[in-house]
């Protein structure tokens, strides 16, 4: 029976969990086959926002709000939303081997369908469901979410609980909550939306009741063994070495409308368009005067590997004639399979009509955002 290392962390701030997270990937990565997998649980002291990896931070956050609340952002490697976090969230990671699951669906099936949702079920929530690749719920309220990645040789599943029943009242305040948040959805209010284990069952789980259940399904779903363990020396260093990176402004404003259109030459057009399929796709696009797109920029709460592969999309439309919406499929869709991309949920098509759309917002006004 494989072994596992659990490790336990608390810390004053989510955002320092990405540098950590990430030094655990790259140690990992580095002693190759037959590396050590290892299940992390966590809290927070402080309140926090945790973007996805593809969201535009303009779109999701009230920045001033955020500031003037104390509430600290983050941003995540992997895909998924912007979530509010804070003491009475609980979280639990797994980084094993890439080949652990045939491809990501499967992956979050086997993670969020059957560890997490089987973590719930053991802290009382008895109803917990998975409802797709992001979500678990309790009846139609959102309990769990799940954020993945395949990192060279490292599969990255983190999922977020809600032990302690949420302060939606501030994440109200910092989120701007999406008008299709909620299109295919039983609810129509963020606070009718999430629940919590506290709010099913009236207690609250201990943190020793959270580990334990957490790692009693791990072993059962996954059929390895659970032993306790620390942060060695050599991830120490890589964190120190990466905290700056993942902390930093550049990090965190990876994905801005703001910054990258803010500044454009004169003649050129702008237009935006949402579209939610099964994952939100929001395209934003920038026409020059002869009717070819001068910049794109795909965002969302979706899931893509390689991450590199949406840049790689963004630029390939570089160039291309505005109005050839058969072009613009046809680009999208050669990018993704030339990189082999994974993106669950979704296709080509899901990317390739909001951008069709954003195009003929641009083509019908001036310059504006």
Not at 38 to 55: A, D, K, Y
Not at 158 to 186: C, H, W, Y
Not at 225 to 232: A, S, Y
Request: glycine share 8%; with cysteine.
């Amino acid at each position: 029976m494989n072994a596992w290392r659990l490790l336990e962390v608390t810390y004053d701030s989510l955002a320092e969990h990405e540098p950590l997270r990430r030094a655990l990937i790259e140690v990992r990565n580095r002693r190759g086959e037959g590396a050590e997998n290892t299940l992390l649980c966590f809290s927070v002291r402080r309140p926090c926002v945790q973007l996805g990896e593809f969201q535009d931070i303009d779109e999701e956050l009230d920045l001033e709000e955020c500031r003037r609340r104390g509430v600290d952002i983050s941003r995540r490697v992997g895909g998924g939303g912007c979530i509010y976090y804070d003491d009475r969230t609980r979280f639990a990671v797994a980084l094993c081997d890439r080949g652990t699951f045939p491809d990501l669906e499967e992956a979050a099936k086997a993670w969020q369908g059957e560890v997490v949702t089987g973590t719930l079920r053991s802290l009382g929530a008895k109803e917990a469901w998975y409802r797709h690749i992001g979500d678990v719920q309790i009846g139609q309220n959102k309990v769990s979410g799940l954020g993945t990645a395949l990192i060279e040789n490292t599969l990255y599943l983190g999922s977020f609980m809600n032990i302690g029943t949420p302060r939606v009242e501030v994440a109200q305040k910092v989120l701007k909550i999406p008008p299709e948040k909620f299109a295919d959805k039983a609810v129509s209010k963020l606070d009718e939306y999430v629940t919590s284990i506290e709010k099913v069952t009236g207690r609250l789980p201990s943190w020793e009741e959270f580990k334990e259940a957490v790692r009693q399904n791990l072993e059962r779903v996954f059929g390895v063994k659970v032993r306790p363990g620390e942060i060695d020396p050599e991830e120490k260093v890589v964190f120190q070495e990466l905290r700056p990176v993942y902390t930093s402004e550049e990090w965190i404003y990876k994905r801005s409308s703001n910054r990258r259109f803010g500044e454009l030459p004169d003649g050129i057009r702008t237009g935006k368009n949402r579209r939610k399929a099964r994952k939100l796709v929001i395209a934003r696009v920038a026409v020059d005067a002869q009717g070819r797109i001068y910049r794109a920029m795909l965002a969302g709460d979706f899931f893509i590997q390689p991450a590199g592969a949406l840049e790689e999309m963004e630029k390939s439309l570089h160039g291309a004639e505005a109005l050839d919406e058969e072009g613009i499929q046809r680009i999208l869709g050669d990018a993704l399979a030339r990189l082999k991309a994974q993106t669950p949920m979704l296709t080509a098509e899901d990317f390739a009509l909001p951008v069709i759309q954003a195009v003929k917002e641009a083509m019908g006004k001036n310059r504006s955002l």
